[in-house]
Nanobody
Framework: QVQLVESGGGLVQAGGSLRLSCVAS????????MGWYRQAPGKQRELVAA???????NYADFVEGRSTCSRDNAKNTVYLQMNNLKPEDTAVYYC?????????WGQGTQVTVSS
């Protein structure tokens, strides 16, 4: 397992941008894929984006074209750049390191988008 700490959330107006960061307690190079999930009040947790060691990315339809997921293995950090934010993007955003039967999750960072 690995400890993950997210940061970069906050309150932003619709149309604004945020860059979320996720710092791991150890090297993330052993995790082929790292990702971001989000959970809004009363809703299930859902995948937002993921990035592999080769730099391949996968995005949910609701952020496609508005977000960029990247990683810097030398800094043990994963990023999620979100642009043109919408009120429906309001949620707690979680970093995740999938590891077979054990997934490591961060504590989450709150993103609130006002209209």
């Amino acid at each position: 397992q690995v400890q993950l700490v997210e940061s970069g959330g906050g309150l932003v107006q619709a149309g604004g941008s945020l860059r979320l960061s996720c710092v791991a307690s150890r090297s993330i190079s052993s995790f082929n894929a790292m990702g971001w999930y989000r959970q809004a009040p009363g809703k299930q947790r859902e995948l937002v984006a993921a990035v592999t060691n080769s730099g391949s990315t996968n995005y949910a339809d609701f952020v496609e074209g508005r977000s960029t997921c990247s990683r810097d293995n030398a800094k043990n950090t994963v990023y999620l750049q979100m642009n043109n934010l919408k009120p429906e993007d309001t949620a707690v955003y979680y970093c995740v390191a999938p590891g077979g039967s054990t997934w490591s999750w961060g504590q989450g960072t709150q993103v609130t988008v006002s209209s």
